[in-house]
């Protein structure tokens, strides 16, 4: 059930007229019933691989606190570690056996091996979002900072809470298990906030990214029919529409759970605004990149070790951030290669001060941090070529042609469907930068009728962009396969 259906449009003030009209004892059943139904509308039986995640984790974390309190660490540390394969197991069987095909294959052919071939599996959505989730919840138990869960019910909406289920944020159980527990009542501004959310979500998704992706899928499906201004136009429209469909996903699982009076953490903060590779990575994908941070690289050292061995770090932690996100070495060397941008990062940033310093931008701070947006803007945009590239022949075709021509050649594209998808990035970007200025945003939300009359008027016209130039076709989610 996607978030820009008509299934959904049903399904949710459904579920938001049941959790508030029932009893406090009875939401909590209600809610997990829900989003198991959510779940299933994608591929019902793939619920039984949830509820085993949901099962290894619960219990595992349960042996893994009473073996701790009986002081036997090393059953503690075996029922950790026989939960954590089991979690990866899943991942290896569902996620990469075609990865593993290929490398196995790979490095087969050096040795005149038989060719493998490895069974075919239909990836379930959202497996690596909750068993990361799941996952995370474990290695807290494990590591003392959490207590073990005793309700199985707790645990399994904690897993499933369907705004989040599929595609993040990926919470974390200091924040999500106190909130589920909680007596919630009807607010105001919870609806206000959500419903601005979910709007600006929407207008994300069905506006910008599914514009978009006309142009993005026309030029990276068929990298061999263009050159010049047409791969420089692809790879734009793509650096923008992975953005606008997972933060706009994220925006409306945002607002969703807010209007249940529920606050999911902040996943998306502007990060086309950063001013170079180690911010970009700060402001997106937040939960993922918090969720790294925490569990794999401070575990390592993180920054507090000698320089060779912070390359190590970062390099393995944006290494296997590549990997999370697919199985395909385009994803590994995605990941890689941001992993370099940040080390580069650390190195050049004294010779890039002097040098502003040198020629003045120092003192013009607003052309210095434009001057940066927009080197970081580019070297990201880089990056998505193989996060998007069917192989690897597309990438490096891509790249050994962005300059072959200056002629732009468009991909054929319905002329009315091209304004928006060239236009509404603007708008965009434009509520980007505003909402960046306390100013602007002290001045939006002032409680004044006038400027009421503003919100609503401005939401209106929202609603009417969404319904009038939203592409309707039902287009899944980007971060979906992952």
């Known amino acids: 059930m996607l978030f820009n259906s008509i299934e959904f449009l049903i399904f949710f003030p459904i579920v938001i007229a049941g959790f508030f009209l029932l009893p406090h004892k009875f939401r909590r059943y209600f809610l997990l019933a829900a989003s198991c139904y959510f779940y299933m509308s994608f591929i019902p039986k793939y619920i039984l691989i949830l509820l085993f995640t949901t099962l290894v984790d619960f219990f595992g974390a349960l042996g893994v606190e009473k073996a701790r309190e009986a002081g036997n660490r090393k059953l503690s540390k075996t029922c950790f570690l026989v939960a954590v394969l089991l979690n990866v197991g899943l991942l290896v069987f569902f996620k990469y056996l075609g990865l593993l095909e290929d490398t196995i294959n790979f490095f087969g052919h050096m040795i005149d091996m038989k060719t493998v071939v490895l069974p075919d599996v239909v ?8 068993t990361f989730q799941s996952m995370g919840y474990l290695i807290d138990v494990f590591m003392g900072k959490e207590k073990a869960e005793k309700s199985f019910i707790d645990f399994a909406l904690f897993l499933m809470f369907f705004p989040q289920l ?7 159980s200091s924040n999500l298990f106190s909130q ?7 607010h105001y ?3 206000s906030y959500g419903g601005k959310m979910m709007l600006w979500g929407m207008f994300k998704k069905v506006v910008v990214a599914d514009n978009l992706a006309m142009f993005a899928d026309a030029v990276f499906n068929n990298v061999h029919e263009y050159s010049g201004g047409g791969l420089i136009l692809g790879i734009l429209a793509f650096t923008i529409q992975i953005y606008c469909d997972f933060s706009g996903y994220s925006d409306i699982a945002i607002g969703a759970a807010r209007c249940m009076d529920i606050r999911l953490m902040k996943n998306f903060d502007t990060p086309y605004f950063s ?15 918090t969720w790294f941070k925490d569990y794999v690289y401070i575990p390592m050292g993180g920054n507090r070790v000698s320089k060779p061995r912070w390359i190590f770090n970062q390099m393995v932690t944006f290494t296997v951030s590549g990997i999370w996100h697919g199985a395909a070495f385009t994803f590994v060397v995605w990941g890689m290669l941001n992993g370099v941008y940040i080390v580069i990062s650390r190195f050049v940033k004294p010779i890039r001060d002097k040098i502003k310093e040198v020629i003045g931008l120092a003192k013009a701070k607003w052309l210095g941090d434009g001057i940066d947006m927009l080197i970081t803007f580019c070297l990201i945009s880089v990056t998505w070529v193989f996060f998007r590239a069917n192989s690897f022949a597309d990438a490096f075709y891509v790249f050994g042609h962005l300059f072959s021509e200056t002629v732009c050649e468009f991909p054929h594209i319905a002329e009315f469907r091209s304004y928006i998808a060239l236009g509404a990035p603007v708008i965009l970007l434009a509520v980007d930068a505003l909402t960046k200025s306390q100013k602007v945003v002290a001045w939006y939300t002032k409680r004044s009728i006038p400027m009421q009359v503003v919100r609503i008027a401005s939401y209106a016209v929202m609603l009417f962009i969404i319904v009038i130039f939203g592409a309707y076709d039902n287009k899944s989610f980007i971060y979906f396969q992952f």
């Open 123 to 130: 990836l379930p959505i959202g497996i690596s979002f909750h």
């Open 275 to 289: 001013k170079n590779v180690p911010e970009f990575w700060r402001r997106w994908h937040i939960s993922l990149s």
């Open 180 to 186: 589920l527990k909680a007596e919630h009542f009807i």
């Open 166 to 172: 599929v595609a993040g944020p990926i919470e974390r």
């Open 189 to 191: 501004e919870n609806f």
